[in-house]
């Protein structure tokens, strides 16, 4: 996919964002450079995401501090899907260690589309990353409880930690992709049939779908970014939802593979971790600085927002935001030896 960073002047880490004004001007800028890429489609295999706006788009930066920088319809709320997936492996590290996660879920690109059996099949019954729906499927099934209303009760209650409010379920699209997530069922058995979930897989998939279909908007992706940027502190509530270790290790995963099979190709141009998913929500973390939540539905082959892509592509050149640029004549103006 096209970006749209042609002639964008790479800037440098600078270990801080701009001041305020310089970070509204350039997310106007950033705003009205995708708003007019009108490609993509919008996900209709789950029939409820059909019904959603195209034209739909906002963007939203929310910084270490608790400032907020908002353009467009940050206030329209869609189901989180996918970028659920990020926040309960971060709470369930948090909970039981990573070491056990990455044993029983991985942390490998499998290549191989979000809902692939074959991938399980070749790795051996393995999940390989919690990105993919097996292995997110696994990950849900971790999640201590002796219930299936305890499990969803510490999902949904961490989410809404993350986002720094209540977090609803949008009934339309749970019970749309209950009638229709065969595969995810079809998942859930096979990882059984391996040993890699211990508990009931219709339930398992059932919180998975009740995970997905919670209702969120820009402002709050960007919170919940801003919440791993900030070392597991929400920065608008000021309360810690996990540790700044499980940060570290969840945007480890997300820069492996977060935006589906374009993962390799999305840290290539944007240098950072990020999540997508098939609702045209995308959630970017630059860490210690900022988080960036987008929402435009139609999506690329792979299923990632396609303006939600450039807006954040233009961002993190602007500001500076790439992990991995770096540049020896800035310091050098800055007056280093
Ligand atoms: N609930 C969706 C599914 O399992 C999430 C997909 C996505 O956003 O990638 O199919």
């Not at 995810?184 to 058995?189: K, P, T």
Request: aromatic fraction near 6%; hydrophobic fraction near 40%.
């Amino acid at each position: 996919m096209d970006l749209d960073v042609d002639g964008v002047h790479q800037a440098v880490s600078t270990g801080a964002v701009p001041g305020p004004t310089h970070t509204d001007t350039v997310l106007a800028r950033a705003f009205e450079r995708a708003t007019g890429h009108r490609e993509g489609a919008v996900a209709d295999y789950i029939p409820a995401l059909a019904e959603a706006d195209a034209d739909a788009f906002g963007l939203c930066i929310a910084d270490v501090e608790g400032g907020l920088h908002e353009l467009g319809d940050t206030r329209t709320a869609f189901s989180i899907q996918s970028i659920s997936k990020v926040f309960v492996f971060a709470l369930l590290c948090d909970t039981i260690g990573h070491e056990r996660v990455l044993d029983v879920v991985g942390a490998n690109n499998t290549g191989l589309a979000f809902n692939s059996v074959v991938a399980i099949e070749l790795n051996d019954g393995h999940p390989m990353n919690p990105m993919v729906n097996a292995g997110a499927l696994a990950t849900t099934a971790l999640v201590p409880g002796s219930t299936t209303e305890d499990r969803w009760t510490t999902i949904h209650e961490g989410l809404s930690r993350f986002a720094g409010r209540p977090l609803e379920v949008d009934d339309e699209v749970y019970r749309s992709e209950s009638a229709t997530n065969h595969r995810n069922r079809a998942i859930a058995q096979l990882l059984e049939s391996y040993g890699r979930i211990e508990c009931d897989p219709a339930a398992v998939v059932d919180v998975y779908t009740r995970q997905c279909a919670l209702r969120v908007d820009a402002r709050d992706l960007a919170v919940m970014g801003a919440t791993l940027a900030d070392g597991g502190v929400n920065p608008v509530t000021g309360e810690r939802v996990v540790s700044a270790e499980v940060c570290r290790d969840s945007l480890a995963v997300l820069a492996g593979s977060g935006l589906y099979e374009r993962s390799g190709e999305w840290l290539f141009e944007i240098g950072l971790p990020g999540k997508s998913g098939v609702s045209g929500g995308l959630v970017t973390v630059a860490p210690g600085k900022v988080g960036i939540g987008a929402f435009a539905p139609p999506l690329d082959t792979a299923g990632n927002s396609v303006r939600g892509q450039i807006a954040t592509a233009y961002l993190s050149r602007a500001l500076g935001l790439n992990v991995f640029a770096s540049d020896p004549h800035v310091e050098e103006k800055k007056g280093r030896p």
